[in-house]
């Protein structure tokens, strides 16, 4: 059975870095988008940025174009979110999870939102704070 297990999250001073990893355990990734989202208090999730199986394609929101990098080691079953630049806004808890469908897919705006995914994990807290 497929799990996910976040971690990297912490505190940090607005325009520190962090990275965060998902790593997986009882399936292999390599067939299947993943994805990174976050949930601030009060505030519905939403998608942060998606990579495609292969990951030659990304996605990010608006909000982290520029400062965040997402990347996957398909090797490792691990997924990665690279954090730069980071801002209170940023605070969340962050999670990964996988794509419903097997195989590959598109990574675009429409599809990086949370009802395309699936198996998430217990998440990660990120807080920026000076």
């Known amino acids: 059975q497929l799990q996910l297990v976040e971690s990297g999250g912490g505190l940090v001073q607005p325009g520190g870095s962090l990275r965060l990893s998902c790593a997986a355990s009882?399936?292999?990734?390599?067939?299947?988008?993943i994805g990174w989202f976050r949930q601030a208090p009060g505030k519905e999730r939403e998608g942060v940025s998606c990579?495609?199986?292969?990951?030659?394609?990304?996605h990010y929101a608006d909000s982290v174009k520029g400062r965040f990098t997402i990347s996957r080691d398909n090797a490792k079953n691990t997924v990665y979110l690279q954090m730069n630049n980071l801002k209170p806004e940023d605070t969340a808890v962050y999670y990964c999870a996988k794509d419903r469908a097997i195989g590959w897919r598109p990574v675009v705006a429409q599809t990086c939102i949370s009802t395309e995914y699936n198996n998430w994990g217990q998440g990660t807290q990120v807080t920026v704070s000076s």
């Open positions: 990579i495609s199986s292969d990951g030659g394609y990304t």
């Open positions: 009882g399936l292999p990734l390599d067939n299947y988008r």
